[in-house]
């Protein structure tokens, strides 16, 4: 692992990390937020994924977590979305290829040699932060945004046990439901549907995955809530298998990082008081 | 004033705009918050000068400024730091020329047709952000970053009365004594030194002029801190002329937004305490 920068902030250091990925078999960079402990201290841990787009940088810059984890005690750790490089295959489109992972291991010629981002998320980078961080890796929590609350939510589901809280911002509920999940998933894994439903958070439930509790923040006036995200689905799917579940609709924001950060540091304190020692 | 965009943020309106500038002759964009507030309400304006290279957006995405500002009530003004387009006058470095005004109104060539930043900021923006929004004008504050931190520290103390509240995050607290400050006044003012006395807060303060207090923080690891901010100049003027101050040295912090974000909150509230009604 190498640092690529650090910066102290809030009473904690931001720091922005490159290594060599074997899953993805390309250098992936990730920003850790560690706030000051006592030495020798281990800490909670937040995943937080991010969206169709971004890299870690968009929640590190506007994100607006550290004042909370600072206050909280809880290492922020943002991963990208993709692999990136010359090496790696794109789609002319901004929802497929680069920066379009969809937290899932593909099986399709010519993503399935880098995009490996399932795998790389749930045992690869957690390795990594729990031998260069003081992680306390029996208390994670897990949020993201748009596809990364996709991300967050399909991971938590299909990992009972590991994380003690989940939550996410605005996000993909069904991908076997919207034309973002449709692209993605028949590129990644081909066209057979009912291999897509481990990878769509409102299937998971449907077919018996349960997390402990789960918090979500949506905004009304979010332009991709009617055709791309349809929250409805997850509060029925809820609904429907008694998983306990707080889905907020947040009048008149919208899917940026002005909505992410306004809401931010409730979800934090939220994580926060699950991931008490 | 044309809305380039708005977003609900942390209860708020987080808008930005252009108008046409009659000072600089040029489309000029600035941000604007506005926390919810009763119907016919005025509220107290804080003003936020950018430093070298920014624009009105480096704040509004990275500053952490709006929960503090909706908690406390106060309108968040970013300006850009120069004028822009194809018609102006550039220079190779990013010190001088477009993202770099100073704040300076222009006298040489060929500078002086557009770079009229203090003018645009003292006089024209002002009357635009009466007319446009609920602003209180009698309960103004006035902070910055670096440049900026000169730009809010010399507006305050050259406009006696107008400002309630000033404060800085590393200012060049003195262009006469550093590069940065002898290059742009060079440019914009020509070699007569004595004319920068008023670009220069502490020769304003050597001159006479005072604020009721103001409120600095400055990081100790910032790179520019020994070359171009001589924080401690500002220390001794005040002292010399006992004007009241509080200059902050931050453990271990740099010249960042991680830095400034850092202690954005705690400005903001400084400020709401001095604009009450």
């Given at each position: 692992m190498e640092t690529v920068s650090t910066n102290r902030s809030h009473g904690g250091m931001q720091g922005v990390y490159k290594h060599q990925s074997a899953e993805t078999g390309t250098e992936m960079a990730f920003s850790v937020f560690v706030p000051d402990h006592a030495p020798g201290a281990k800490l909670p841990v937040l995943w937080y994924l991010s969206g169709l787009t971004c890299t870690?940088?968009?929640?590190?810059?506007?994100?607006?977590?550290r004042a909370a984890c600072a206050q909280h005690g809880v290492i922020f750790v943002a991963p990208d979305t993709s692999p990136r490089g010359d090496d790696v295959p794109d789609d002319e489109g901004y929802d497929f290829g680069k920066g379009a992972g969809f937290y899932a291991d593909a099986t399709q010629e010519p993503w399935a040699k880098h995009f490996r981002m399932r795998s790389y998320i749930e045992t690869e980078l957690p390795a990594l932060i729990a031998q260069q961080f003081p992680a306390d890796m029996a208390r994670q929590g897990i949020t993201g945004h748009s596809m990364g609350g996709h991300g967050a939510l399909t991971i938590a589901l299909r990992n009972a046990g590991r994380f003690r809280s989940v939550s996410a911002f605005s996000p993909i509920v069904s991908p076997l439901s919207c034309p973002w999940g449709e692209k993605a998933l028949t590129g990644y894994i081909g066209g057979e549907r009912a291999a897509w439903r481990e990878y769509d958070a409102c299937a998971l439930i449907e077919d018996g995955a349960r997390v402990p509790d789960m918090l979500i923040d949506q905004g009304t006036a979010d332009g991709f809530l009617e055709e791309q995200l349809k929250t409805h689905l997850l509060s029925e799917a809820c609904e429907k298998a008694g998983?306990?579940?707080?889905?907020?609709?947040?009048?008149?924001?919208d899917h940026s990082y002005y909505f992410i950060s306004t809401f931010m540091a409730g979800h934090v304190a939220w994580h926060a008081e699950r991931l008490k020692a």
């Amino acid at each position: 692992m190498e640092t690529v920068s650090t910066n102290r902030s809030h009473g904690g250091m931001q720091g922005v990390y490159k290594h060599q990925s074997a899953e993805t078999g390309t250098e992936m960079a990730f920003s850790v937020f560690v706030p000051d402990h006592a030495p020798g201290a281990k800490l909670p841990v937040l995943w937080y994924l991010s969206g169709l787009t971004c890299t870690h940088a968009n929640v590190t810059e506007k994100g607006e977590f550290r004042a909370a984890c600072a206050q909280h005690g809880v290492i922020f750790v943002a991963p990208d979305t993709s692999p990136r490089g010359d090496d790696v295959p794109d789609d002319e489109g901004y929802d497929f290829g680069k920066g379009a992972g969809f937290y899932a291991d593909a099986t399709q010629e010519p993503w399935a040699k880098h995009f490996r981002m399932r795998s790389y998320i749930e045992t690869e980078l957690p390795a990594l932060i729990a031998q260069q961080f003081p992680a306390d890796m029996a208390r994670q929590g897990i949020t993201g945004h748009s596809m990364g609350g996709h991300g967050a939510l399909t991971i938590a589901l299909r990992n009972a046990g590991r994380f003690r809280s989940v939550s996410a911002f605005s996000p993909i509920v069904s991908p076997l439901s919207c034309p973002w999940g449709e692209k993605a998933l028949t590129g990644y894994i081909g066209g057979e549907r009912a291999a897509w439903r481990e990878y769509d958070a409102c299937a998971l439930i449907e077919d018996g995955a349960r997390v402990p509790d789960m918090l979500i923040d949506q905004g009304t006036a979010d332009g991709f809530l009617e055709e791309q995200l349809k929250t409805h689905l997850l509060s029925e799917a809820c609904e429907k298998a008694g998983q306990s579940a707080t889905i907020r609709m947040q009048e008149g924001y919208d899917h940026s990082y002005y909505f992410i950060s306004t809401f931010m540091a409730g979800h934090v304190a939220w994580h926060a008081e699950r991931l008490k020692a």
